[in-house]
């Protein structure tokens, strides 16, 4: 619980066009003799924990480790950036991580098989797919792996919670999935026919390379496909699907 009685529900990570990053905590029951918050029907409510301005140029994407310790930024400047929230402060720069402006990543907590350490994986305008280990005193500089599948920019990325798996697509639809394990080989390859916006296994956190994914498009197409590519349904909205993600059979798409 938070100091005033509230109780934390979690972090909310977000960056924006200005190079900022903010951390804001969810609670829950803030106020004192409220009768939703003592009966705990009192809506979530939002309170800034942290404002950082990273740099003059925009932030592309965000991710909060597990424990909400630490948060990974991409920038357009072509860096990474790992923010301590606990510290205030940018632990971890790595200039010109790709030759491009970053624009997606997403972190695996480890756990999985082999005892994976936590790790990052980044995406960028350079076509490329870069994997790195996150050590506690900070990101490692020298990827563990970098992956040269794609043709066109990377636009989005996920990687399971384990850091087993890793998918990716690109400007021009093409979507690749490949196993970690195996040195970072390619296990499938489909294209959605549209540039790629989002995209997410079926399964979420269980996500392996038996896994269903679900990719969305800047025209409007939100498909799902079999591990083995085959395009298994589809749907179209009036507008750019700009996100999807997945709770068991439920799908949500934002526009």
């Known amino acids: 619980a938070g100091a005033d009685g509230a109780r934390v529900l979690g972090s909310l990570a977000t960056t924006s066009k200005d190079g900022s990053l903010k951390i804001t ?46 948060a990974a930024t991409g920038s357009w400047d072509n860096s990474v950036l790992l923010y301590s929230v606990e510290s205030a402060c940018v632990v971890t720069t790595i200039d010109d991580a790709h030759a491009a402006l970053v ?38 500089p020298h990827p563990l792996l970098e992956l040269y599948e794609h043709e066109s920019p990377v636009t989005s990325l996920r990687v399971a919670a384990d850091g087993n798996v890793v998918i990716a697509g690109a400007e021009d639809g093409r979507v690749v999935l ?36 679900l990719v969305a498009s800047s025209a409007g197409t939100v498909a799902q496909f079999a591990p083995d590519g085959r395009r298994v349904a589809a749907v179209s909205i009036a507008s750019e699907a700009r996100c999807v993600c997945a709770d068991g059979p439920l799908v949500i798409a934002g526009a």
Do not use: I
């Open 178 to 213: 490949w196993d970690v394990r195996a040195g970072g080989a390619p296990v499938a390859s489909f294209s959605l026919g549209e540039p790629v916006t989002s995209l997410c296994w079926s399964d979420g956190e269980a996500a392996s390379a038996a896994s269903a994914v």
């Open 103 to 140: 624009s997606a990543l997403d972190l695996a907590h480890g756990g999985g098989a082999g005892a994976r350490d936590a790790s990052l994986c980044t995406g960028a305008w350079d076509a490329t797919v870069k994997l790195w280990r996150l050590a506690p005193s900070g990101l490692v």
């Open 25 to 70: 905590s969810v609670t829950r029951g803030a106020r004192r003799g409220d009768a939703a918050a003592a009966d705990g029907d009192a809506p979530p409510a939002l309170a800034l924990r942290r404002h950082c301005s990273a740099g003059d140029l925009s932030l592309s994407s965000v991710a909060l480790t597990a424990d909400a310790r630490f």
